[in-house]
């Protein structure tokens, strides 16, 4: 029945991570789809059992705020799948450009993240942040990326710290590369080809969302990360 439902939120639910995980959800939460292209948040939620949208850009809070919807009072889930990656020397990327992708990878991430906790904490919720592997290194011409997601770990471990005394839980998620939208982007900057098969599947990580889930309630993973399986001989 739609109203004994738990709500999850998911951030980014436009793009190929994102998507999974709402994909993998439908049939047991009522969705919030957010992102900030509201016809398609729209066309997904309609095909959904029990989803509603709520368009946000990550890049503009200072635009828009950071308004919650009304009906979001108890939040058993929030996903964090929404990201943006730039591929430049440090030498020859615009300060323009980090500011660009600290904003929706990091800043975007606090806000929302800041005003659903009376939420979170309300329904004892999780927190589940799509980080990537990149953390691990600091990769030549990654350097933006790889930086706002080193501060997104941090946030993720700080939030966890404080927040588990008040009954929410955070995980952060590591993927290697993605057959993704994002992944296409970024084998363009490399100048290879997308080669879907070497990478992991969008389900795969939505696969590593639901398994933090369905962890035994004694049981909290902190941390899970994901390489595909293909290795280069
Ligand atoms: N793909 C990979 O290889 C890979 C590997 C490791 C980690 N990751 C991480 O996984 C997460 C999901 O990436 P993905 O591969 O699913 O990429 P994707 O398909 O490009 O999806 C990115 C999502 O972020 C949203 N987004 C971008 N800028 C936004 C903004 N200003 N406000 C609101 N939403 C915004 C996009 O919305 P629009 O639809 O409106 O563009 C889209 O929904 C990202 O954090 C990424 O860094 C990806």
Redesign the pocket.
């Known amino acids: 029945m739609a109203g004994h439902r738990p709500v999850a939120v998911i951030?980014?639910?436009?793009?190929?991570?994102?998507r999974a995980v709402a994909d993998g959800l439908a049939d047991r939460y009522t969705l919030w789809l957010?992102?900030?292209?509201e016809a398609?948040l729209k066309t997904m939620a309609a095909a959904m059992p029990d989803a509603c949208h709520w368009t946000?850009?990550?890049?503009?809070p200072e635009d828009t705020g950071v308004v919650v919807p009304g009906e979001l009072t108890s939040v058993d889930l929030l996903v964090?799948?929404?990201?943006?990656?730039e591929r430049d020397t440090i030498h020859d990327m615009p300060e323009r450009k980090w500011r660009e992708v600290f904003?929706?990878?990091l800043f975007?991430v606090v806000e929302v993240t800041r005003n659903l906790l009376p939420g979170l904490r309300a329904a004892q919720g999780r927190v589940i942040v799509?980080?990537?592997?990149?953390v691990t290194g600091a990769p030549a011409g990654r350097a933006a990326?790889a930086a706002s997601?080193q501060a997104l770990r941090v946030f993720a471990e700080a939030l966890h710290t404080e927040e588990l005394g008040n009954g929410v839980r955070v995980t952060s998620i590591?993927?290697?590369?993605?057959?993704?939208?994002?992944?296409r982007?970024?084998r363009r900057t490399e100048g290879g080809p997308f080669q879907p098969d070497r990478?992991?599947a969008?389900e795969s990580?939505a696969s590593a969302v639901f398994s933090v889930l369905s962890a035994p309630p004694d049981a909290h993973l902190t941390e899970f990360v994901l390489q595909p399986v293909w290795h280069r001989e």
């Not at 951030?11 to 994102?18: D, K, L, P």
């Not at 590591?174 to 992944?183: I, K």
């Open positions: 951030i980014g639910a436009t793009g190929g991570i994102g957010a992102g900030r292209d398609a946000i850009d990550l890049a503009a964090h799948c929404a990201g943006v990656f904003a929706v990878n975007g799509v980080n990537s592997t990149v990326y997601k590591y993927p290697g590369r993605v057959a993704t939208g994002m992944q982007a970024v990478y992991l969008p990580v």
